[in-house]
């Protein structure tokens, strides 16, 4: 158990190569800083290929659980104090461990995020060589790797929110890393802000769970959950569930928190890459996945989940077909398939959910470290107008990028094709209509995605060259090893990790007889006995099986075909409208409809929208409403009731201060003080007669007076 | 010879006593003045001595209140003397004059 037990040291390595930038980077050189970090980060990938390795084969020996190792307790003790009592009655106690959780799930997660995260980190070494910040970069970057890890790894919620919010914090720095431009940081903040919105919803969600459960570890929360003691459609579990949603929403860009994510594309590309697309955008599914247990019981959470999965996706899909900048349309097809993983979750496809951000994480990464070489070979312009014919002169990034287009557009055998279809084939199989919509919505975003993903490569790569500078026409030259390496590797993996979920339907016809396809069987433990209850409301049913329609329908296969269909359909649409476009082409949706391009080139004007009704930036009418319009408001009750007060208050003390002077100067040093003192001078005016200041006449009076005794005793 | 009695002293000490009073009265200059009440302490001074001497045929030699007492009067008029010079300067450097008749302000 050389490495289970020391799973600690998967998030501790990162961190720790974080604390060596935080602390002596400045005086690093880059070679030492890559070194270091991009060490440390491989170190934890061969870390967590032990934990796996050694998971698995301690998991055969021990019933599937999930394994647990407790460093200490971390908030909370045994010896009473947070003590509370729960819900139910029992007495419970808060307590959160510094404890760490391999189960299939994590395992999945832990292998992408450190596998993934490797390529990105080396990527980055030859990215951005030439830039300023180079410690700073990658200081960032492990301590992103440190706070995901714990986020993937923590055996309770609470520790999971120490990494969704360390993610969210590290997301905040890197996106604005280039913290001189003004757009950055803003893009930066908006990231954050709109993040705490989501936050707060994960943060009641658990405060939900720890007073209805009375505990917030998944092993204690998914054994009481799966326990059968709590009715499916609980009030409280559908309300902790739509909360913990909330939170999934703000981290993984759903409506109406999407906003985010399009702008987060300031920050550099490989953060893009590894944080805004291939890992920390999934935590809220990971976040839902790991309490699918408490969903399943929650029919109307799982309907909104897939609602609200299904609406981004489409919603996001058609703002991209006309986006211009190459990085926002990768933005815009992150959020798009975001949402498909939620979708999956939704109708209780969870092992589906997983296995799409599993592939996703290959090949979107691979689209951006694709889209960064395309823009370091282009100078730095990401405007795709500018572009054209690359293809031949950065072969590697062309080829590379072309197999990720290829998985995310779904053409066989590459690796998007048997995630999303999966998808789609658990959202035509729940029952009921409105499921078959939700279909509906899928199949049209599919058709969308392959459309703009093959705009993405025609404007790129194969379209006639319309760059405008000769110097950069000149320029353009493939990137060093240190980035098609990973390029490379990302392209075989977005090829092939699809066959680690080869669908049951296909595999039956080479002769298989398995219940489910392996990605399904490796994670059923932890998904144990929950079939896509969905539809099947009745508490009984929770320990149904797999659906019987797939086993037998033959509609999935046409499904296959029909969406390989909308593939293919998509790549000739976006082939005749940009094969050869020139400079200043017109896109094909403005000469069908300019207002609906611009709706869309406009992201459906949701921004502004939001400027209006939430940050109040731009005033409604005369109305400004909003945190600017709540400010403006109690800018002015401050100012006019507040501060009113303040000087009503100011003004009863001068009146005060006034009635006490005219006392003190009429009545106290009136009658009191002056008072005797004219008393006396009456007094005085008689006496005075008396005096008349010669000193002798006083001498004179007294010998007189001393005579006039002398003759009185003498003579009397 | 014609004895000198005590009536003698006592007349001797009246006409000094009315020689201060009338400086005293008189005089402007208040350093004659303050000279006048000198006289006319010592004025006093001759009456107790003169009847300590009286008092000494009658009771004996250890009589001696009188002469006692003229020796505490002189130490006074010292001190009195040392005092009103002080003022007397005080008022002179204020005043730029030693005449009584110019003090005149406590009047009404």
Known sequence: MLFLDHIYLIPLLPAFGAAIMFFFGRRLQKSTVSAICVGAVVLAFIMACGCVLQYNVWADANNHQPYQKILYTWLGSDTGHLNYLAKGGTQASFQADAGFLLDPLSSIWLLFVTGVGMLIHIYSTGYMAHEGGYYRFFGYLNLFMFSMLTLILANNYVLMFVGWEGVGLCSYLLIGFYFHRKSASDAANKAFIVNRIGDAGFLLGMFFIAWYLGSLRYVDVNHLARSGQFQIGDPIITAATLLLFVGACGKSAQLPLYVWLPDAMEGPTPVSALIHAATMVTAGVYMVARSNALFVLAPTSMKVVAVVGALTAIFAASIGLVQNDIKRVLAYSTVSQLGYMFLALGVGAFAAGVFHVFTHAFFKALLFLGAGSVIHAMSGEQDMRNMGGLARKIPVTYRTMLIATLAIAGIPPFAGFFSKDEILWQAWTSEGVAYHLLWIIGYATALMTAFYMFRLIYLTFWSPSRVTSHEVEHH??????????????????????????????????????????RFEAYLAPVFAKEAPVFAKEEPGQLAAGTKEEEKTSPTEYLLMILSVGAAALGWYMAGRSYRNVGRGYIEPIEAISPPVYATLLNKYYVDEGYDYVFTGRKKLGDVRLGAMGLGEASSWFDANVIDGAVNAAGWMTRVAARISAWWDKWIIDGIGVNGPAIIARMLSYPTRLLEWGLVQWYALVMTAGLVGFVFYYVYR | MLDISTLHYLVLGAALFLLGVIGVLTRRNVVIVLMSIELILNAVNLNLVAFSRYWQGIHGASALHGQVFAIFVITDAAAEAAVGLGILIAFFRNKETVNVDEVNLLKW
Do not use: D, K
């Open chain 1, 476 to 517: 353009i030259h493939e990137s060093p090893a240190s980035m098609t390496m990973p390029l490379v590797v990302l392209a075989v993996m977005s090829l092939f990790a699809g066959f680690l979920g080869f669908p049951q339907s296909l595999a039956r016809l080479v002769g298989s007889h398995a219940e489910t396809n």
